[in-house]
């Protein structure tokens, strides 16, 4: 049985359909779909339900998804088990959308000079579906928001930074921001998210109605939505910020908002300790 064809199935299964699990491994819909039946033909049972767009576990593929992970987790392993440096093993990070450009090309460009038989894979995401990868040894770290509760003992946390809070607008705004906030349509930063939670508390508590234009968990894509006039935000500053939106008006709120603290997660059971100690030391150097 083919590790590769297994972990395509897994791929399937956690992103709800074929084309999106290729995008995933940089393969086609066909050559995903291929090795799914060939799998289906070997263990001599359908595996997923499949429909126009998209493509569930059976029952019979749900009752082997545990072992097929463990397989893949085992797999993965045994490079790094020949390696006594334990620099040959497949690190596999999560990142949310701000720290793709904040921190990953620092950790890639580093790991892959300094353990050249490693590999990296980087999964995007928000921090809640993150943190439920880590809990599942899928991730052996991500880099998040700093979670709202205390992580289990096997979830380590490491501060990375504190962000402070910033006015997204098109143009230059005048005035109170209470009255910036009321008079301009809010671009909301997701409230059910780590992130996002303690800020529309502190937007609360200036006792305000804005007209919200809508709600999502991505500073950067908030940002493209402000470039486009489409009302002003909230969000925090992220490195790359003013780098990246050079046509927008981004002023620094003052200090009595709440700060968003970004953290790198990382599980104690890692297939990788070496790579994800590296990747702890660049971080934080």
């Known amino acids: 049985m083919d590790i590769r064809f297994l972990k395509s199935l897994v791929a399937v299964v956690e992103t709800g359909s074929i084309a999106s699990a290729g995008r995933l491994q940089n393969l086609t819909a066909t050559a995903v779909s291929q090795r799914i039946r060939s799998l289906e033909n070997e263990l001599d049972s359908a595996l997923l339900s499949r429909s126009a767009h998209s493509a569930r576990p059976t029952e019979a593929c749900l009752n082997i998804l545990p ?26 990070l999560g990142s949310i959308d701000t720290a793709l450009t904040d921190f990953i090309p620092t950790i890639v460009k580093e790991l892959t000079t300094v353990a050249p038989s490693s590999t990296i894979s980087i999964t995007p995401g928000s921090s809640s579906a993150l943190y439920e990868q880590l809990l599942l040894q899928n991730l052996d770290g991500a880099i998040t928001v700093m979670p709202i509760f205390t992580p289990p003992k096997e979830i380590k946390v490491t501060s990375l930074v504190k962000q402070n809070l910033v006015l997204l607008s098109k143009k230059p705004q005048k005035g109170l921001l209470k009255t910036v906030l009321e008079k301009h349509p809010l671009i909301v930063y997701d409230r059910d998210s780590w992130g996002g939670n303690s800020i529309q508390q502190w937007i609360n508590s200036l006792n305000i109605s804005p007209q919200i234009l809508c709600e999502l968990d991505s500073p950067e894509t908030i940002a493209l939505l402000v470039e486009k006039s489409l009302g002003v935000a909230v969000v925090p500053e992220w490195e790359g910020l003013r780098n990246r939106h050079t046509s927008l008006s981004i002023t620094t709120i003052d200090k009595n908002a709440p700060l968003r603290e970004i953290v790198f997660l990382s599980h104690q059971k890692s297939n990788a300790p070496k790579l994800l100690e590296l990747a702890i030391n660049l971080l934080c150097s």
Do not use: C, Q, V, Y
């Not at 072992?67 to 993965?76: A, C, F, G, Q």
């Not at 392993?77 to 440096?85: G, M, P, V, W």
């Open 67 to 92: 072992r097929m992970k463990k397989l893949i987790r085992e797999s993965d392993a045994l490079k790094s088990d020949i390696d006594t440096t334990g620099l040959s093993a497949n690190l596999r």
